[in-house]
């Protein structure tokens, strides 16, 4: 055949360079709704749910067990299963129900009712049921912090410029994963020098991640993943009371944590039963409620590549966030992967969670660019900063970000640097130089900044381990080698865990360490006039972005 | 990137093939389970020898997924995976150590092939290799989805670095101070081959049979 042009040029777009494929339900390939999902249905005798969503109780797996017997409202689930689908589909998008009223009704029903309430609303309607339903009033963001070479200096620099720039969490993780200390209070010493107040955390295997949050090296916890079939849990050599149980080890603790669950996941383990993504979503969503989580981290998360690929793929990810809310859960919405290579696609996608607003927009948006980020690349990096904040004038939206000076970020990844070089130096660990320290300020990314010696790092690591060191002998190092202010303020974050406020439900700390969350800033949005709008000096925040045309220069 | 909508579109195929010739999809009643239902030809592994536990402290075991070298015969980006085993094994025996290759077969998941690997190795240290590419290099004392070094992203992966894991694997045997192959990262891997990814892993994971942990593998 003779080639059109215009159809080449078109071959050539990067959106065709994604992969998509057709719905194929039997292999769970199915964004919303598969043939092979259940119909809600549920009866409960003598106070115990005895089917749920057509299957009886001696069928159950352990997934059902445990949503039956935690994550249902026994004593209100005949009257919220009374209520039609499409009614409650209805009263999530009406300004005049209050979310008060629609997270009663929503914790009595099952979760194939859940998909179907969620299978009416198109993503217009799901926007505006986020900007209802999220629990906090205003938006936050998070960000990703790592980098290629797992270089604990530049962790601290670019922790200090993302907590400048506005992430009231960061994220850190490893390509080796013995580094995982390192990286972990290179974060939290680094996030403190940008701004006071800032969660952080270590993405990592989980024993070794309860670990780094007991001795104090992190603040909160995100990497407790569920599943939404029984066979992908028992191949991680897992269940839902596992779950629960480290969920417990992290609250006896006083740590602030949430679950992480997200679509494609079963498919890509080749585990999907033949069910929807959206249907198995849910199931995670309720095991993760069941179990205590005050949040979750969803939205495909690191699976989009799997859920975009489908029809009404993204429609799905923005649901499931949705369900999240509706569940009553802190949601850290996503958009932390990569998954295409239009940019259009990508802005398009985030569009859907930056516009309502959820409790975190991204759960690790790129602080670095994106070949530094350790997880495979997320949909927006530290290039599109200025994008983002442009985005957030353009709309007048609160993002979570906002406009910096180039001197405030020098200053800032200088003293994260030379901060951690001090700890590092008191405590005996390997050794940061100067070199490392100036190379690392002025840098963007890895390629800018002096290798470490990696084995010597590692044998430090170890040893820093084996000496018990916590999150009090960093504190004591800090104040002692002229750093009292960062002290102060890492001294002020490992008191949280003893006041145990920030474990309420989408609980961020502003800086003076005061916890604003659900409970004490609850979401009040009932329509125009009501709820968080960005005006005063949020506002001016935002608008102040650089290269504005000076007018007196013409 | 048309090569791999060649492969997409090749794999797609072979299953949807399979599936018909089993007599559709349309033939399975909706409450049927999907795992282990033949909709690829499940190889029989049954009246092989069961892996041995190792004894030899130069051993490093190379634990290979359930489809490899039957099922599937190239990773995801396209290397044939006798020239990946092969350099593997020459990565190992060039740090005068003794490589071992098992199939398991009780799991398709690389850190829990990788730590059967490791415990069936009489060094203690193995690696865990998927049919895909993914390897991760594994010690039998540590947590399932701990590792010594992983390497995530199988489309990155040429023959060389398949070797210097071999070649890693033996220097954590000798006790020496190694330093940890360099990572390599790209962020569009997941928009390129994700799909392809969870296409593989259906057919590796069909493959899994608990009733025989691990065989021995040429």
């Known amino acids: 055949m003779k080639r059109s042009k215009r159809i080449e ?23 919303m709704s598969s043939p092979y999902d259940p119909k809600p249905s549920i009866k409960v005798e003598q106070g115990v749910i005895v089917e749920l969503d057509g299957k009886r109780r001696e069928d159950f797996d352990f997934i059902d067990e445990f949503i039956a017997d935690y994550a249902i409202r026994i004593d209100r689930t005949e009257k919220s299963m009374a209520v039609s689908s499409l009614d409650i589909a209805r009263k999530i998008v009406d300004i005049n129900v209050s979310r008060k009223e629609i997270l009663e009704i929503v914790s009595g029903i099952t979760p194939a009712k859940m998909v179907e309430v969620i299978n009416y609303l198109n993503v217009v309607e799901m926007m505006m049921g986020m900007q209802k339903i999220r629990a906090r009033r205003t938006p936050a963001n998070q960000a990703h912090i790592t ?12 922790a200090a410029e993302g907590a400048l720039r506005g992430f009231r969490e960061e994220e850190t993780t490893v390509g080796i994963a013995r580094y995982a200390p390192f990286n972990a209070i290179a974060l939290l010493i680094g996030s403190q020098a940008g701004r006071k107040g800032v969660l952080t955390q270590c993405a990592v295997e989980e024993a070794t991640e309860l670990e780094l949050g007991i001795r104090g090296f992190t603040t909160y916890a995100e990497t407790m993943s569920v599943y939404g079939t029984e066979k992908v849990f028992i191949d991680g050599d897992d269940t839902p009371y596992s779950k629960a149980f480290l969920n417990a080890a992290y609250a006896s603790r006083g740590l602030k944590t949430r679950f992480t669950s997200g679509s494609g996941s079963e498919v890509l383990m080749g585990q999907a039963e033949k069910k929807s993504m959206l249907y198995l979503e849910t199931r995670c969503l309720y095991v993760t409620k069941g179990a205590g989580s005050q949040g ?70 790129a602080g670095e660019p994106n070949y530094d980020n350790l997880f495979a690349g997320s949909n927006f990096d530290a290039e599109d900063f200025d994008d983002y904040n442009v985005l957030q004038r353009d709309m007048q ?6 406009p910096v000076k180039e001197e405030d970020v020098i200053r800032v990844r200088y003293t994260a640097g030379k901060a951690v070089q ?30 470490r010696d990696v084995a010597t790092d590692l044998v430090a690591v170890e040893d820093m381990m084996k000496r018990g060191i916590t999150g009090v002998d960093i504190v004591k190092a800090l104040a002692e080698s002229g750093f009292e202010e960062l002290a102060e303020s890492i001294l002020s974050m490992l008191k949280q865990r003893v006041v145990g406020d920030y474990m309420q439900t989408s609980a961020i700390l502003d800086e003076e360490f005061k916890v604003m969350s659900g409970v004490n800033c609850p979401n009040d949005y009932m329509g125009p006039g009501t709820g968080y709008r960005v005006d005063g000096k949020r506002w001016e925040e935002i608008k102040a972005i650089p290269h504005i045309i000076d007018p007196n220069k013409f | 990137m048309k090569i791999n909508e060649e492969i997409i579109e090749r794999v797609t195929r072979l299953v949807i093939e399979e599936i018909n010739a089993k007599g559709g999809v349309q ?18 592994y049954a009246g092989f020898p069961i892996a041995k536990q190792g004894t030899n402290p130069k051993e490093v075991v190379i634990g290979v997924g359930p489809a490899f070298q039957r099922e599937i015969n190239k990773t995801i980006n396209g290397l044939s995976l006798e020239d990946v085993i092969k350099n593997v094994k020459a990565g190992v025996e060039e740090e005068g150590m003794v490589p071992r290759v098992v199939k398991v077969l009780k799991t398709s998941d690389v850190c829990f092939m990788g730590l059967e690997a490791a415990k069936l190795s009489g060094s203690g240290i193995g690696i ?11 010690q039998k004392d540590l947590y399932p989805l701990s590792n010594l070094e992983l390497f995530p992203q199988a489309p990155l992966m040429n023959l060389e670095t398949y070797r210097a894991i071999g070649k890693n694997a033996a220097k954590y045997v000798k006790g020496e101070k190694v330093t940890p192959i360099e990572g390599q990262n790209d962020p569009m891997v997941r928009a390129n081959y994700q799909v392809k990814a969870a296409l593989m892993h259906i057919k590796e994971t069909e493959q899994v049979d608990l009733s025989i942990p691990y065989i021995e593998w040429k």
Not at chain 1, 9 to 31: C, H, Q, S
Not at chain 1, 424 to 441: K, M, W
Not at chain 2, 128 to 138: D, F, M
């Open chain 1, 147 to 158: 980098n290629l070479k797992d270089d604990p200096v530049q962790i601290a620099a670019d």
């Open chain 2, 128 to 138: 865990g290799l998927q049919s895909k590419g993914t390897a991760v290099i594994h």
């Open chain 1, 422 to 451: 001090a700890v590092f130096r008191y405590l005996g660990l390997s050794e940061i130089t100067d070199e490392q320290v100036e190379a690392v300020t002025y840098a963007h990314g890895s390629k800018d900044t002096i290798s």
């Open chain 2, 27 to 44: 033939g399975l009643s909706a409450g049927e389970q999907t795992t282990g239902n033949g909709r690829t030809v499940k190889t029989s």
């Open chain 1, 296 to 365: 979750i981290q969803n939205g495909s998360v690191s699976c989009i590549g799997v859920t975009a690929s489908v029809p009404s793929g993204i429609r799905e990810v923005l649901g499931e966030n949705l369900v999240a809310a509706l569940l009553g859960l802190e949601c850290a919405s996503s958009n932390d992967q990569s998954f295409t290579n239009s940019d259009m696609r990508r802005t398009a996608r985030t569009m859907l969670q930056f516009l309502p607003g959820t409790d975190f927009i991204f759960s690790g948006y």
């Open chain 1, 397 to 402: 939206v609160d993002g979570g970000l906002k």
């Open chain 1, 9 to 31: 040029t078109l071959d050539r777009r990067p959106v065709n360079k994604d992969g998509y494929i057709n719905e194929w339900p039997e292999m769970g390939f199915v964004a």
